[in-house]
């Protein structure tokens, strides 16, 4: 039988709190979610300000960054290419930048979605998240 790291509510709660401090030390107003490796929600939080949106967008980058193992941004890539059919995808949505898979020794155990900002600062948040793992 096969084993793997699982995200704990510890780890969720340190992956929320770095990417918070790196929203609002930017004085960007997002929506942070946080999914385990099947894309199911663990954390959402909107700080003051952000779009109500964002807390569906965020979600569904994570999961969509969740499910298939990388950055939502390289679904984004895909269709910008001309590879239009790829939003026909079951099961995938908000397929723009800004969701980050988590890694561990070569696992993906889960994602961060964060929306409200450009695609790209989005993604730095996610990564300033997952960056307080180690």
Known sequence: MNSKPVLALDDVKRIAAAAEAEALKN??????AIVD??????????????????????????????LGR???RVY???INQGRTSFLSAPGLEA?????????????CIGAVGVSGVKSSEDAQIAKAGIAALG
């Open 27 to 32: 004085q960007w107003a997002v929506s942070i």
């Open 95 to 107: 397929l723009l930048e800004g969701g980050v898979p988590i890694l561990v020794d070569g696992h």
């Open 70 to 72: 990388r950055e939502s």
């Open 76 to 78: 984004e890539e895909m």
């Open 37 to 66: 490796d099947g894309g199911h929600l663990l954390w959402l939080q909107r700080l003051d300000g952000a779009a109500p949106v964002s807390a569906h967008i965020a979600p569904g980058k994570a999961r969509t960054s969740a």
